[in-house]
């Protein structure tokens, strides 16, 4: 998590030194702080997206986000809610490390696990 507040920039997920993706959590953006799509002040989950750029000062790449949801689920659309799936999460229920990241998404009974590995 080292990096991930104030104007780190870190990305926070799972990857490898020169891996092809880099799969992590994103937050809904609140500006600047958020371009490597995850801020540590943050409690509330978007979706996971598998490219991330860390250490920027510039959101980029164009990711397809997607988030894991469990029972019945209708999407409301609009322009004041435009992520009607987000779950707030807490940070214990985070755990980040060398090429792992999990958390509980307590809304939809769901535990996400993503892991990385060397490129052959």
Known sequence: ?????????????ASTPFGAVQLGPNNPTQGWDW????????????GFTHMHL??????????????????DYTPVFTEEK???WQAKYSH???VAEAGYYSVNIA???VKTEFTATDRI
Not at 1 to 13: L, P, Q, T
Not at 54 to 69: C, E, K, N, R, S
């Open 1 to 13: 998590m080292i990096g991930s507040d104030y104007h780190g920039h870190v990305f926070v997920g």
């Open 92 to 94: 214990a229920d985070e």
């Open 54 to 71: 860390g250490g920027t000062g510039i959101g980029d790449l164009g990711d397809v986000l997607f988030m894991p949801l469990s029972g």
């Open 82 to 84: 435009p992520y009607d």
């Open 35 to 46: 371009c490597s799509g995850y801020h540590f002040s943050d409690s509330l989950l978007i």
């Open 107 to 109: 809304k939809y009974k």
